[in-house]
């Protein structure tokens, strides 16, 4: 079926004519804000690939435009690498090498028997390069200096102080960032790397100008370091209220997030605007193209952690602002309900029954004022936000396929509110390696249900968190190490290979502290508005989870979320742990969990939802 703009407009145009039928007590906000990270975070790993080994990061350089523009950017990354004013001191690096301090008309030499080729400073810490790329530090206190080598930071190439933090570049054309407070040893984080496509030059030099790094390369061009961004990632704020009761969904593109995070941000929106933590559910969208934002604790060291000011600086900010708004544009609304289908994804475990199962079901909220104004369109549907690793697409942040469908709707409808809730796309990915194909197939979908007659949505707001204990067998301390063995005399090293190991060496150290786990939560939310349920599990649940939560109320309208509060590990299903695919086997690995849950999980879950019956 072909679908025809006109026809939408002409189908909303009759609403004011069933709106009277329509007795509805809701209130109804929307807002949205940039989850972009900033110039102050320089560069951040991208979360979802453990591929490629080297690691994808947000860091691209644009070189700056105009011959007279760069060349006087040249001048001033020159005169700054030969002079440095620090606490009140003039200090020159001369051609030979040599450092002198400049004060009341006297110099005086605080190089020693170095020679450097750059010097840096930081509060009272002075850093030098030498000749054979070795880095020093000296404290400068009282004119006195002593240098003491930074065994750590060996072949640094290029290196400058930004902000808190050293950054340097080595012979392999890695850039690392080495935080100047609180880390007497110097330990060093990678965020960059030369990739060919995103960051393409060889540098010679860096510099920080007015708190924006700068690099020289090889060619004798000036660069400012910038992310590697289609600026689509955004969080999404729909709030409903009716007397005072209000519930809120908050919607991310992000790949996943970890439960304390989220319960921390739901109690300071809870607490700003007044309504319990538990009606507030938060979903991510999964995408494979965003900053690390959940511990990734068996992984490569640049992704075990995600940056705190990305987290609390961007994030949390984005996410409690778009909720105030959302909570200060409410409006007298009215809600429907529709469904259809949407054939974007497909089972990728081929070998279970031919295809495998996959959930086609796309729900849509059309949300309406008062004056028959279209207000925003909430649409889910599970399918993962992944496409072929190639090219500068692999290290750019992006919303993925999410943004695109947003974006093709609003091309469509106009500036509405647009909000995509993941659904259970545990083990669905999409038929097409294009993302831009895969959104507007889903924005034409969407359009299609919103074309269609749709139910009016009414009745009261409650909410409920619930979560269910999930058992599991962590391995014995005999089986970590034959585990480990196993691992370390393969001929060659993987990935794979050494992401068990930093497995077995983490379920070690929680037997150690005595903080290894037997029981997996999973946690559950319930939002109903009124006709309407929609509900949210926690992990990546695979698509049987949404056909088979949806047979327990055949008489409403259920909406069955993924990636809600908690994206700890997948949700599998009995035949993933049945014949140990990566839902119900390797990927525990990956999340760093104690187990695999027994093959009896789904019946343990559904049956626990059943009894609630929220």
């Given at each position: 079926?072909?679908?025809?703009?006109?026809?939408?407009?002409?189908?909303?145009?009759?609403?004011?004519?069933?709106?009277?039928?329509?007795?509805?007590?809701?209130?109804?906000?929307?807002?949205?804000?940039?989850?972009?990270?900033?110039?102050?975070?320089?560069?951040?790993?991208?979360?979802?690939?453990g591929l490629p080994a080297e690691g994808r990061f947000s860091l691209s350089w644009d070189r700056i435009d105009g011959a007279d523009m760069e060349s006087e950017a040249r001048k001033i990354f020159e005169a700054q690498h030969r002079t440095l004013y620090h606490n009140k001191a003039k200090?020159?690096?001369?051609?030979?090498?040599?450092?002198?301090?400049?004060?009341?008309?006297?110099?005086?030499?605080?190089?020693?028997?170095?020679?450097?080729?750059?010097?840096?400073?930081?509060?009272?810490?002075?850093?030098?390069?030498?000749?054979?790329?070795?880095?020093?530090?000296?404290?400068?206190?009282?004119?006195?200096?002593?240098?003491?080598?930074?065994?750590?930071?060996?072949?640094?190439?290029?290196?400058?102080?930004?902000?808190?933090?050293?950054?340097?570049?080595?012979?392999?054309?890695?850039?690392?960032?080495?935080?100047?407070?609180?880390?007497?040893?110097?330990?060093?984080?990678?965020i960059g790397r030369f990739n060919g496509f995103t960051f393409n030059i060889h540098i010679d030099a860096l510099q920080t100008i007015d708190g924006q790094l700068y690099a020289l390369d090889d060619q004798g061009h000036v660069y400012r370091a910038v992310h590697?961004?289609?600026?689509?990632?955004?969080?999404?704020?729909?709030?409903?209220?009716?007397?005072?009761?209000?519930?809120?969904?908050?919607?991310?593109?992000?790949?996943?997030?970890?439960?304390?995070?989220?319960?921390?941000?739901?109690?300071?929106?809870?607490?700003?605007?007044?309504?319990?933590?538990?009606?507030?559910?938060?979903?991510a969208s999964h995408t494979h193209f965003a900053?690390?934002?959940?511990?990734?604790?068996?992984?490569?060291?640049?992704?075990?952690?995600?940056?705190?000011?990305?987290?609390?600086?961007?994030?949390?900010?984005?996410?409690?602002?778009?909720?105030?708004?959302?909570s200060k544009k409410l409006q007298p609304g009215f809600i429907y309900f529709g469904r259809g289908e949407t054939f974007i994804g497909t089972n990728r475990n081929k070998e279970r029954n031919g295809q495998g199962p996959v959930d086609r079901a796309l729900d849509v909220i059309r949300v309406m004022d008062r004056s028959n104004q279209l207000l925003g369109v909430v649409f889910l549907t599970g399918c993962h936000p992944v496409f072929k690793n190639k090219g500068a697409e692999a290290f750019t942040i992006s919303a993925n396929?999410?943004?695109?469908a947003r974006r093709h709707i609003k091309e469509e409808l106009g500036p509405v509110h647009t909000l995509f809730i993941q659904g259970c796309a545990g083990d669905i990915n999409p038929i097409t390696d294009d993302f831009r194909e895969t959104g507007t197939s889903l924005g034409k979908d969407v359009l299609q249900v919103l074309a269609s007659s749709m139910e009016p949505v009414q009745g009261a707001l409650t909410s409920y968190l619930d979560s269910v204990l999930i058992p599991?067998?962590?391995?014995?301390?005999?089986?970590?190490?034959?585990?480990?063995?196993?691992?370390?005399?393969?001929?060659?090293?993987?990935?794979?290979?050494?992401?068990?190991?930093?497995?077995?060496?983490?379920?070690?150290?929680?037997?150690?502290?005595?903080?290894?786990r037997n029981v997996l939560p999973v946690y559950y939310q319930t939002l109903n508005v009124g006709s309407w349920k929609l509900f949210g599990l926690s992990r990546e649940a695979v698509t049987s989870y949404g056909m088979k939560i949806r047979e327990l109320w055949p008489d409403q309208n259920v909406s069955v979320a993924g990636y809600c509060n908690d994206v700890?590990?997948?949700?599998?299903?009995?035949?993933?742990?049945?014949?140990?695919?990566?839902?119900?086997?390797?990927?525990?690995?990956?999340?760093?969990?104690?187990?695999?849950?027994?093959?009896?999980?789904?019946?343990?879950?559904?049956?626990?939802?059943k009894m609630k019956n929220r």
């Open positions: 079926m072909t679908f025809n703009p006109l026809l939408l407009l002409i189908f909303l145009g009759t609403f004011n004519l069933c709106q009277a039928q329509v007795i509805t007590d809701y209130s109804v906000g929307f807002s949205q804000r940039s989850l972009d990270p900033d110039q102050r975070l320089l560069s951040l790993a991208l979360a979802g690939y200090m020159t690096l001369r051609q030979d090498g040599e450092l002198y301090l400049h004060r009341n008309k006297k110099q005086k030499l605080i190089s020693g028997e170095h020679s450097f080729q750059l010097v840096q400073a930081y509060s009272d810490l002075l850093i030098g390069q030498d000749r054979q790329q070795q880095l020093w530090r000296a404290v400068f206190n009282k004119d006195e200096v002593s240098w003491q080598k930074i065994k750590q930071l060996k072949e640094t190439v290029a290196f400058t102080v930004l902000g808190n933090n050293l950054i340097t570049i080595d012979g392999q054309e890695r850039m690392w960032r080495v935080s100047l407070v609180n880390n007497p040893t110097f330990e060093k984080v990678q590697s961004t289609d600026h689509s990632l955004e969080t999404s704020a729909f709030m409903i209220q009716q007397g005072k009761d209000k519930l809120l969904v908050l919607t991310l593109d992000l790949c996943g997030v970890n439960f304390s995070f989220t319960h921390e941000v739901k109690e300071k929106i809870a607490k700003k605007l007044r309504l319990p933590v538990n009606a507030i559910l938060i979903n900053p690390v934002s959940q511990a990734w604790t068996t992984w490569a060291d640049y992704y075990q952690k995600p940056d705190s000011n990305y987290l609390n600086q961007v994030i949390a900010p984005a996410m409690i602002s778009a909720a105030e708004e959302a396929f999410p943004g695109v599991v067998k962590p391995m014995s301390r005999e089986e970590l190490d034959a585990f480990r063995k196993q691992n370390m005399e393969l001929k060659q090293q993987t990935v794979q290979s050494e992401k068990n190991i930093r497995w077995v060496k983490l379920m070690g150290t929680r037997y150690d502290k005595q903080q290894l700890a590990s997948y949700l599998p299903d009995a035949w993933h742990i049945k014949h140990k695919v990566y839902e119900g086997y390797e990927s525990f690995f990956w999340y760093g969990q104690e187990g695999i849950p027994p093959i009896n999980v789904q019946e343990i879950i559904l049956e626990d939802i």
